[in-house]
């Protein structure tokens, strides 16, 4: 019979490392499927995904600008999706179509990864959009001690930790530095500093990045300056990908070598 199919869905989606991601699974575990880039046009995301279920596809990635129309869309959605707002992960099933959310999930497994010890940790958060607010529960459920949140719109931190229970930090300064300080900002894009409150990282912090590329971010330069250990948002992107991929599959696979064989494609 025909290979099992998968693809993720954006626009733009030519950049997408998803399909390498996914093949790179696929390999390591011993599974045939296949997984394409579909660029979706912006006004047509649920009539594409009827088609392409109808097609027999049997499951999607969903990234910018659909991951809230792809929750609108699921007739079934997992706590952590629920909490989220957003799906980034799509199965169909034979109770309709599940929505899942795996990037809080990614982030959690690559602070384990890197050798975090999340259980009693004080977390930071900058930024209150769709990725900040993905990431509480998992990381509530992975044990943290407390996540406090910042953002240039001050408001919006205040709405997001009314709404989960969790503390709002102020952009100035702090007395005590946390143990992780998360930039969910989309700042770096224009190279630019999210909001940092001075006293926020210590030697001790893990400054980690949910952007990534060739090059360190301007968050990153600026936390190595402080003397922080810092990391990039690769393993994270990798995470949700391994997630995405038990959903649908079943098997768990290996994050780290296929981290490693991106990072370096990155470098050529
Ligand atoms: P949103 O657009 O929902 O939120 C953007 C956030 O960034 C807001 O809090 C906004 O603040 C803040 N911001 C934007 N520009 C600046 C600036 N110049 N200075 C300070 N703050 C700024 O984006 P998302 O939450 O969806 O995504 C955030 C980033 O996380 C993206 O760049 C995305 O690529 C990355 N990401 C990475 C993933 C991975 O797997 N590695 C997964 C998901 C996301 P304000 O409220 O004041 O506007």
Redesign the pocket.
Known sequence: SAVDRYAVLGNPIAHSKSPAIHSAFAAQTGQRLSYERIEVPLDAFAARVGELIAAGYLGFNVTVPFKEQAFALAQRRTPRAQAAGAVNTLMPTSDGLLGDNT?GA?LVADLQRLGVQLAGARVLLL??????RGVILPLREAGVARIAIC???AD?AQALAIEFGIAVQAAESTDTPYDVVIN???????G?L??LPTGAVAVHTLAYD???GAQPTAFMQHCSGLGARVAD?LG??VG?AAESFALWRGVRPDAEPVLAQLRAAMKD
Do not use: V
Request: zero cysteines; hydrophobic letters at 40%.
């Open positions: 990037d990614g930024g209150a959009g769709g990725a900040s953002n240039r719109t919006k969910a900002t989309s700042a770096g894009l224009a630019a999210p909001p949910m952007l990534y948002g994270m992107l949700q």
